[in-house]
């Protein structure tokens, strides 16, 4: 089998893998937040803490598992994460009390999607692909991540009717437990298709030193603040864009939707963000996608709010929902180098994940105090500015061309 086949093979395996996992976890906080609160009897910030918790460790526990995954293989990393994800979600659906659910529905599914998603998964790409198609891999990679959003939400919702939340968790557990074979296959072509070392890596002997480097670096502390802006954004709006429009006389069915809308062209929008950051400066592909998430947010805002009006924000959100994650991750790979990738994107991605857990918690909370989401809408507003204009002074130069040490 040549690498090209490998690469091709590793592409499609991984991005069942993200459509399932992304999927699974884009139903969960999108769906049951309604069902739950009510059936358990419980205000929205007791869900909405149970998904900000699962972001916070999602992020918390990324840089130790892309740790794991780039030092001794990213196979029994997936393979746990696949076991932990079907055990969380299986605890969820026997609900008794509040923290039942923030350990399964919070912790334990935190440690799951961090051992399923973007940053194991590119530890491995990385190394498979070549620099110039790197971002195009992961522009392709997280797009099937949102194609599984807009497959598995219509699906969660029909089991959410039919037969209720418990039944729709079960099942959802059963479908995540197929990432464990698909991860091993997709771990097994990764270690066949590694391609050389390049010098910069070889040089970059210990994490230790990889961490120095970029903790050195004033663009990757940038990087990295940005990326808390794009967790905030995305998490806010998928766990209470559906209560949002319940709030304003959107039937349920409007919202189901609207969510299953971002998925679909958010493939469309993180392929187009992959292929423009392999041929133009990927700063100001972010720097462009986060002020428009802002302009998208504002006429959705200030529009008559109707059906249509929804769907058409669902459809322009969803271009810009995760085309931020090829450029991130690409800029990570091409400055540091791919040796450390899982960890170094994992710590850029615990800063997301930091903003994922004040979009969700907040906007419970905010809304519980004020009765309505207002405050949050602006502060979405608000950050996508500054996220736009702190992209711009980010370096994309490799380190080793900028005459800085490694180690």
Known sequence: MTNNQRMFRALFAVAVILGIAMGTRNAFSGLFLQPISADMKWGREVFSFAVALQNLVWGASQPFIGYIADRYGAKRVLMIGAVLYAAGLTWTAFLSNTFTLAISGGLLMGVAIACTTYSVAYSVLGKMVPPDRRAWAFGISAAAGSFGQFLMIPVGQFFITQYGWAFSLVGLALITAAIAPLGWYFAKLGDEGKLPI???????????????????????????????????????????????????GVPSRVGVTALALIGLFNCFGTYLAGVLAGKMPKRYVLSFIYIMRSVVISVFLLLPLSEWSVYIFAAAIGFLWLSTVPPTNAIVAQVYGVRYLGMLGGIVFFSHQIGSFLGAWLGGKIYDATGNYDTVWMMTIGLGVFAALIHLPIDERSLESRGTALA
Not at 222 to 227: A, D, Q, S, W
């Open 198 to 248: 390049a010098a910069s890596d070889a040089r970059q002997a210990t994490a230790r030193e990889a961490l120095r480097a970029a903790f050195g670096d004033r663009s990757y502390a940038l990087l990295t603040l940005g990326y808390f802006v794009c967790g905030f954004q995305v998490v806010f709006i998928g766990a209470h864009l559906t209560p949002y429009l319940l709030d304003h």
